[in-house]
Each structure stands twice: as structure tokens, then as C-alpha cells.
């Protein structure tokens, strides 16, 4: 699977992005797909993420309140919004795909591909 992320760019604080993630694998039903980011000097983080599937959504403390995951099965794609954008959200976004997990959405064991990133900087 290859994942294109796309979106990121300067934002001011209080505002919101939409990031994108294209798939090229046409079949994502067994798959879970995953947003990271790493800001810098930190180590990666979990987002958010949602099942292919089933729609089901899962969303990382610091961002449940202001996030949005979603998906779109005839463009193989998965957006991630985030609102009221802080100083503190930049970052680099990664896309993650991940197969047969099970329970815990957040760990990056769970993802077996990832896209490149893209960058997030939010002035204040």
C-alpha cells in the first residue's frame, strides 16, 4: 500500500486544516487507517484513526474535541480536520494503513505503511 499525504501548510492559530491521504490499494476493508504526527524534538504520536470498514473512529486525547476523521471509499482516501488549530498541533503528519487491529488504534506497531508526511505549522 501507498500512501500520499497531502494539506499541510501555515495555518494561524484558531483556524483549521483538512489533511488528505490517498491509497493506492483499491481493497482497505480489512484495514485500519491512521494519522501521526511528530513535532520537533518529539517523538511521534497518535492522532487519530478509523476503520475502513466500519466507519468506526478513534481520536487521541489532546485532539478528540477538535478532530475530524473520515473516509472516502471511491477515492480511496482518508481526511483528517482539525479545528481551532494551536501552536502546539505543528507538526508533521504521517497517514498510516494498518491490518487486523484488533483493539488498540494508537500504538505504530499496528501500521505497516506509511506516507511521507506532511508539515502543519500553526503560528500563533
Known amino acids: 500500500v501507498q500512501l500520499q499525504a497531502s494539506g499541510g501548510g501555515l495555518v494561524q492559530a484558531g483556524g483549521s486544516l483538512t489533511l488528505a491521504c490517498v491509497a493506492s490499494e483499491r481493497t482497505l476493508s480489512k484495514y485500519a487507517m491512521g494519522w501521526f504526527r511528530q513535532a520537533p524534538g518529539k517523538e511521534r504520536e497518535f492522532v487519530a484513526a478509523i476503520k475502513w470498514s466500519s466507519g468506526g473512529t478513534y481520536f487521541a486525547d489532546s485532539v478528540k474535541a477538535r478532530a475530524t476523521i473520515s473516509r472516502d471509499k471511491a477515492k480511496n482516501t482518508v481526511y483528517l480536520q482539525l479545528n481551532t488549530l494551536k501552536p502546539e498541533d505543528t507538526a508533521v503528519y504521517y497517514c498510516?494503513?494498518?491490518?487486523?487491529?484488533?483493539?488498540?488504534?494508537?500504538?505504530?506497531?499496528?501500521?505497516?505503511?506509511w506516507g511521507q508526511g506532511t508539515e502543519v505549522t500553526v503560528s500563533s
Open positions: 498510516a494503513a494498518g491490518r487486523a487491529i484488533q483493539s488498540d488504534y494508537s500504538p505504530e506497531y499496528g501500521y505497516s505503511y
